[in-house]
C-alpha cells in the first residue's frame, strides 16, 4: 500500500507554486520530479567523487568507477537482464537510434520492418532512415477502433521477409501496453528481432525483458525519477557482441593505429564512447533503489486506481472529449471541445495544472485520432485523488470563453 502523503515529501519541487496555485503536475509521461536522494546522489558526485570514470588509476576514479558499474548492476537487476547487456546513453532516443543503426547491417534491399501509427517518433524515425537507405520496406500494423495494435493484423503481416518488428511496450498517447512477450515468440518463429520501446513501461511497472524474451529495449532514466541525459540501451549479448556503435572515440575502443587499423572493447562498453554522464547514472542507481523500496507492482497498482478514478469523473462532463479511457497506463488524452489543445493547455496553466499539448511525437497517430493535436494528462505515483479533483474541476471550467480569456 502507497502512503501517498509520505512519499510526497520525498519531493521538494511539489511544494512550489503556479500561477499562484499549488502545483498540480501531470506531464510525468514527459518527465518526472527526482526525489531528494537522487538529488543528493547527483550532488555527492559533485562534491565528494568529482573524478571521470574508467579513466584514472587512483583513488577517486576507483570510486567512481564502482558507482558507475554499480548502477549497471541494478539496472541489470531491475529488468531482469545480465549486466553486460546493458548500455548507457544519453535517452531513450539514442538507444533507438543505435539499435538501428547497429542492425542494419545485417539487413538487405526488400527486407520488411514492421511497426504501427502509434509509435513515437524516437521509435520509427530511425527505421525510416534505415530502410531509406538500405532499401527495406517499413509496413504499420493495423490498430483496431480504440487505437490498440491488433494480434491479428501481426499476424497477417508476418512472413519471412520480416526483419524487424519495433514497437512500444506501452504506447505514448493512448497507454495501451502491447502483448509484447506473444509478439516476440511471433516474430522468433519467422526469424525476426523485435525492439521494444519501454519508455513509458519501465517507469510504471514490473519488466522482466528475458521473459518476455525481446531482443533489445531502451528507456530513460528521467522518466523515471532519475536525473535528465541518461537512457538504457539492452540487448541480447550476441546482438551486442556483433553489432558496430555509431560512435567512435575514446573508452570505446582498445586499440587503434595510424593504419586505421581499430579493435574495439566488447559489449557493452564499446558503445560507451567519450565522457558519461556520470552524475546521472550515480543519481540513477538512486532512483532505481528508490522504485525498488516502493515497488512497481505497488506503483502500477496505485496508478491504475488514480487513472480509474480519473476517468470515472472525467466522462461525466460533456465539454471533455477522451480518446483512451480503458488504457492500461496512467496516461488520459482528451480534448477540450471546440477548443485548440494548446489553447487549453494555457487555460489550465493559469491554474496551476501542468499538462501537455501537441503531438506528443507521435505524429502518425493523428490521423487515427481524428484531430491535429490533443491534451495529455498523465499520473504517477506521488499524484494524489485530491489532485484528479482538482484536474477535473478545472476541466469543467474548460469552456471556449475561459480558454481564450486567459489571451486578453
Known amino acids: 500500500m502507497i502512503d501517498v502523503q509520505k512519499i510526497r515529501e520525498d519531493f521538494p519541487i511539489l511544494k512550489r507554486k503556479m500561477q499562484g496555485h499549488d502545483l498540480i503536475y501531470f506531464d510525468n509521461a514527459a518527465t ?53 547487456e546493458i548500455v548507457f546513453t544519453s535517452g531513450a532516443s539514442a538507444s533507438l537510434n543505435q539499435i538501428a543503426y547497429g542492425y542494419s547491417r545485417f539487413l538487405k534491399q526488400g527486407d520488411v520492418i514492421l511497426s504501427c501509427e502509434a509509435e513515437h517518433a524516437s521509435s520509427i524515425l530511425p527505421w525510416m532512415r534505415v530502410a531509406e537507405e538500405k532499401g527495406c520496406i517499413i509496413k504499420y500494423i493495423e490498430l483496431d477502433e480504440e487505437g490498440r495494435l491488433s494480434i491479428e493484423s501481426l499476424k497477417d503481416l508476418l512472413d519471412e521477409k ?18 509484447m512477450k506473444e509478439i516476440c515468440a511471433l516474430a522468433h518463429q519467422i526469424g525476426a528481432v523485435v525492439v521494444m520501446d519501454m519508455a513509458q513501461s519501465a517507469p510504471h511497472m514490473k519488466v522482466d525483458v528475458k521473459d518476455i524474451d525481446c531482443d533489445f529495449a531502451a528507456f530513460s532514466a528521467h522518466k523515471m525519477c532519475g536525473p535528465t541525459g541518461l537512457g538504457v540501451m539492452y540487448g541480447k549479448y550476441e546482438l551486442l557482441s556483433k553489432m558496430d556503435p555509431y560512435m567512435l572515440g575514446g573508452g570505446s575502443n ?20 567519450g565522457t558519461p554522464p556520470i552524475e546521472a547514472v550515480i543519481g540513477f542507481h538512486a532512483a532505481l ?33 477522451l480518446y483512451n479511457p480503458h ?11 471546440d477548443v485548440f489543445a494548446q489553447d487549453a493547455a494555457t487555460f489550465f496553466n493559469s491554474q496551476g495544472v501542468a499538462v501537455r499539448a501537441g503531438h506528443h511525437c507521435a505524429k502518425l497517430l493523428t490521423k487515427k485520432l481524428e484531430t491535429s493535436a490533443t491534451l495529455r494528462a498523465s499520473c504517477t505515483f506521488y499524484n494524489t485523488k485530491e489532485e484528479v479533483d482538482r484536474f477535473v474541476e478545472v476541466c ?5 470563453e475561459n480558454c481564450l480569456g486567459v489571451f486578453f
Open 32 to 84: 518526472t520530479f527526482k526525489p531528494q536522494c537522487v538529488i543528493d546522489a547527483v550532488v555527492r558526485y559533485y562534491t565528494e567523487l568529482g573524478a571521470n570514470a574508467h579513466r584514472g588509476d587512483y583513488e577517486l576514479s576507483f570510486q567512481v568507477d564502482s558507482e558507475y558499474e554499480g548502477c549497471r548492476k541494478a539496472v541489470a537487476r531491475f529488468i531482469g537482464a545480465d549486466e553486460k
Open 396 to 400: 469543467s471550467q474548460a469552456t471556449i
Open 162 to 179: 520480416v526483419k524487424v518488428v519495433a514497437l512500444a511496450h506501452v504506447t505514448n498517447v493512448l497507454g495501451y501496453e502491447a502483448p
Open 327 to 337: 488504457a492500461d497506463a496512467s496516461i488520459i488524452t482528451f480534448n477540450v471541445k
Open 289 to 321: 533503489n528508490y522504485l525498488s523500496q516502493i515497488g512497481m507492482d505497488e506503483i502500477q497498482a496505485y496508478e491504475k486506481e488514480l487513472h480509474d478514478y480519473a476517468i470515472e469523473k472525467l466522462s461525466k462532463l460533456e465539454n471533455i472529449l
Open 254 to 273: 582498445a586499440r587503434f593505429d595510424m593504419c586505421g587499423n581499430l579493435l574495439l572493447k566488447e559489449a557493452p562498453y564499446k558503445y560507451e564512447t
